[in-house]
């Protein structure tokens, strides 16, 4: 049985459907996100928060969170066409996988080393 590869259905739709959403979260939610740990670090540093002994892990997750954001941020521009983003060179292999799985895994850490100064 014989089958034709006209019929097919298209994958059109679905990938202008991915490349609006790439395009929507990195204009909208990756700003914002920054943005919004952007005051959380502001917050902690006040002199309220300054006196206790979490502060430190609170502003290092807030500023893991803003790495995370920008590495997300940079593998959407390698997926939205509009960008000339490319992580082919050995640098971007290479680092920005590092970076990244180092950035993601780091949440999980400060998280774990919170949990223990507060045991």
Not at 4 to 32: M, V
Not at 46 to 69: D, E, G, P, T
Not at 99 to 114: A, D, E, Q, T, V
Request: hydrophobic share 45%; net charge positive.
């Amino acid at each position: 049985m014989k089958s034709n590869i006209t019929n097919l259905p298209s994958f059109e739709w679905r990938y202008e459907i991915n490349q609006t959403l790439l395009i929507k979260a990195f204009y909208t939610l990756i700003p914002t996100g920054v943005a919004f740990n952007m005051i959380q670090i502001f917050v902690y540093l006040r002199q309220k928060f300054s006196k206790n002994s979490m502060c430190i892990y609170l502003v290092a997750i807030s500023l893991n969170n803003i790495f995370v954001l920008v590495s997300t941020a940079l593998r959407f521009a390698n997926s939205i066409e509009k960008f000339d983003y490319e992580e082919n060179t050995d640098i971007g292999c290479r680092m920005a996988q590092f970076f990244i799985r180092l950035f993601y895994h780091g949440c999980s850490w400060l998280n774990f080393l919170f949990t223990l100064d507060r045991l």
